[in-house]
């Protein structure tokens, strides 16, 4: 019995120590406030609306929204974002499968091709940029032609 007592003083005193040598000797109030100065916390980027510059909603999608086009989107779609945005765009996916993304047929129809190629362009958050996936610009635009037929099946 008195070998564990002994232990457990030797093993406090260590920690004691070492908290001392490592600055423990701090309050806690003095630590956040360092903490704090030393690396601010940045707000959640998602806590707020997601829109584009004014700008981008000017821009205009080259590509037509052919058969062709749409086919390509499709492809991109399937493979790069129906992880998350679901199969039908709307964010069913089930729980754990992915991040929660937006519901592509509510959020998409209200914004210009412009709008959302920056947005793909940009990304935010979990949805990265598409160039990350080696998506090129152009492809970009087939995807979002592609998303609007999701929107349009609602």
């Known amino acids: 019995m008195n070998t564990n007592k002994w232990i457990l003083s030797l093993a406090m005193l260590a920690g004691v120590s070492v908290m001392v040598a490592c600055g423990g ?10 903490t704090a100065e030393a690396a601010p916390v940045a707000e ?37 974002c129906i992880s998350c ?10 729980a754990g499968m992915a991040v929660k993304a937006a519901n592509l047929v509510d959020k998409t129809p209200a914004q210009t091709d412009g709008e959302l190629h920056w947005k793909l362009l ?13 998506i090129s610009d152009e492809d970009g635009w087939h995807l979002i032609n592609y998303v609007r037929t999701l929107a349009a099946q609602g």
Do not use: C
Request: charged share 25%; net charge negative; no cysteine.
């Open 44 to 80: 959640e980027p998602m806590a707020e609306a997601w829109v584009a510059p004014a700008e981008a909603k000017a821009v205009a999608n080259p590509f037509t929204a052919d058969a062709a086009s749409i086919e390509k989107g499709k492809g991109i779609f399937t493979q790069y």
């Open 25 to 34: 000797s701090e309050t806690a109030e003095e630590t956040t406030s360092q």
């Open 122 to 134: 940009n990304g935010r958050g979990a949805m990265l940029k598409i160039s990350t996936y080696g």
């Open 85 to 94: 945005h679901g199969e039908n765009g709307k964010a069913e996916v089930p």
